[in-house]
């Protein structure tokens, strides 16, 4: 592999830059950089992650989001709430969803890499992104109604989908910490590995994920979740339209026809 090559002119590469970014190949290996902080997301954070994924640079194909130091992320920077109006938190609540939301919508597919602290708004991030890989310490809760506020950063939109209301009505009223494992069970996280592996084994996704299409997988990420939440006759007429768009392209061909004269691997 290559040496990762730091998109300055975009976002920085210097020490304090909230996030840094790298490119090995054609992931983008974006980090969370305020360990001190236990990468707590303050508004230059939220803000640098909105810009990142509002427009990937043309040669990624995978972004991959992890956290620098102890844990992944503590949540929402709460020195930044202390003096709120009620308009600045609608107003900084829809910073985070229109952040989020450009990590959901991404030209590309997201992995992120949990270990630690994978709380509040650190969780809220995590579940924005399309594959969750944690180690065996990281540990999940929403610790919102112990701060005296709620999620604001599409929780209670996403969470649900994942784990259901049940849960995280669980997570948000008694403070409950799940585990890697119990996560895993949830359906909150897809994979758990060895301390200290998950972002080995997220680039081994992530060069997976490269390998396909760039077509399908922009329907994984764009058609699939809308599909899978509409109403099943708008969804199913989706899925045709899809379907066809992605058996027209010349990929499709080239790779269907590989298959069928043998030169393609075989599902193992
Ligand atoms: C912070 C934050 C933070 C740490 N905002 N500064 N999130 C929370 O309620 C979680 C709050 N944090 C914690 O419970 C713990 O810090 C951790 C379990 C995550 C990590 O513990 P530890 O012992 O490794 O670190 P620490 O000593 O507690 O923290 C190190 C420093 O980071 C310390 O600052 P320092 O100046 O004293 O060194 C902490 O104050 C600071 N720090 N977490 C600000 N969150 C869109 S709505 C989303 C709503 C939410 O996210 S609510 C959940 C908020």
């Not at 020490?15 to 054609?26: F, L, N, R, T």
């Not at 650190?122 to 890989?133: D, K, M, P």
């Amino acid at each position: 592999m290559t040496q990762p090559q730091m998109h300055e002119a975009l976002l920085g590469a210097s020490s304090d830059a909230p996030i840094e970014v790298a490119v090995q190949d054609s992931v983008a290996i974006v980090t969370l950089n305020r360990p001190a902080k236990r990468n707590a997301l303050n508004d230059g954070t939220i803000q640098a992650l909105h810009a990142f994924f509002s427009a990937t640079p043309p040669e990624v194909k995978v972004a991959v989001i992890r956290g620098a130091g102890d844990c992944f992320s503590a949540g929402l920077d709460l020195t930044e709430l202390t003096d709120q109006s009620i308009t600045g938190g609608i107003r900084h609540s829809r910073l985070w969803h229109r952040a989020f939301e450009a990590i959901e919508f991404a030209d590309v597919p997201v992995i992120s890499v949990l270990h630690g602290a994978v709380v509040g708004g650190g969780l809220e991030l995590a579940a924005s992104t399309h594959i969750r890989v944690a180690d065996g310490t990281a540990y999940f809760a929403l610790p919102e109604g112990q701060r005296g506020i709620f999620v604001g950063g599409g929780g209670s939109v996403r969470l649900p989908r994942l784990i259901g209301v049940h849960r995280m009505t669980d997570m948000m009223l008694t403070g409950r910490v799940m585990e890697a494992q119990d996560a895993l069970a949830a359906g909150l996280v897809q994979y758990v590995v060895e301390p200290g592996a998950a972002f080995d084994h997220a680039m081994t996704l992530a060069g997976r994920i490269a390998n396909n299409a760039p077509l399908t997988n922009f329907a994984v990420v764009h058609a699939l979740p809308r599909a899978a939440q509409a109403a099943p006759e708008h969804g199913l007429m989706l899925e045709s339209l899809m379907a066809a768009i992605a058996q027209g392209d010349d990929l499709a061909k080239e790779r269907l026809n590989a298959f069928l004269s043998k030169k393609a691997p075989k599902v193992r």
